[in-house]
């Protein structure tokens, strides 16, 4: 089947520390990844994506990469500010026209100045 | 322009209550969505629906019905609203023919009380 594991929070960080949330699939297929995040009272924004292997999605400072042999999207900021305060969920699309997304559980950040 | 938009953003009601969410996108995508955010931010997915046609239906209680008048609107009417249905409810929508993400909007908060 599909799934989507993350790691639980929330994860607490000091301004500037390096953020690793970590993320495995299962999937039948070839799916794409996704990294999406929450903002307090808001929707889901899309923060990067990955639609192969070794891929590497990037945004705003937010790194994932496509691991096929891990089955893994790890998602990475190397200095994290005040502001990346949200939510991460990770996601996967089994493939294209299938009309589903699975998400994992989400993962709280904080970061404390 | 919203991509994605739903309405209303809150909605309080009592129990044995019969109320409807709308959903409207302007991105001219093909499929649209309906997902349930509890109260630990799990999501999970009710309905799916591609140009007007029901996909996916996750075992929703049949309170919960869906309608697709055109492409671009997916409405959600829920029948004698429970307690349990207290959730966040996001409409989503994407292309099915393409390695792209989903578009989400931004939630309606359902109280039941």
């Known amino acids: 089947g599909n799934s989507v594991t993350q790691m639980e929070g929330p994860v607490t960080l000091s301004e500037e520390a390096f953020l690793t949330i970590n993320c495995t699939y299962t999937?039948?297929?070839?799916?794409?990844l996704f990294w999406y995040v929450q903002y307090p009272g808001e929707g889901l924004q899309l923060l990067l994506k990955?639609?192969?292997?070794?891929d590497k999605g990037s945004n705003k400072g937010f790194e994932a990469t496509y691991r096929k042999e891990t089955t893994s999207f790890h998602l990475e900021k190397g200095s994290v500010q005040v502001s990346d305060s949200a939510v991460y969920f990770c996601?996967?699309?089994?493939?294209?026209?299938?009309?589903?997304?699975?998400f994992g559980s989400g993962t709280k950040l904080n970061v404390k100045p | 322009d919203t991509a994605v938009s739903q309405t209303p953003k809150y909605l309080v009601t009592q129990m044995g209550n019969d109320k409807s969410i709308k959903c409207e996108q302007n991105?001219?995508?093909?499929?649209m969505y309906w997902y349930k955010q509890d109260s630990k931010k799990f999501l999970k997915i009710m309905f799916s629906?591609?140009?007007?046609?029901?996909?996916i239906n996750e075992t929703v209680p049949n309170r919960f019905s869906p309608k697709s008048p055109d492409k671009a609107h997916l409405n959600l009417h829920i029948n004698s609203l429970e307690l349990g249905d207290s959730a966040v409810y996001f409409c989503?929508?994407?292309?099915?023919?393409?390695?792209?993400?989903?578009?989400f909007g931004q939630g309606t908060r359902l109280t039941v009380v």
């Open positions: 989503a929508s994407s292309h099915p023919g393409r390695n792209t993400e989903a578009f």
């Open positions: 990955a639609t192969k292997a070794d």
């Open positions: 991105l001219g995508h093909d499929t």
């Open positions: 999937a039948t297929g070839y799916p794409s």
């Open positions: 996601a996967l699309s089994p493939f294209p026209g299938f009309n589903k997304f699975y």
């Open positions: 629906y591609n140009n007007k046609e029901l996909i």
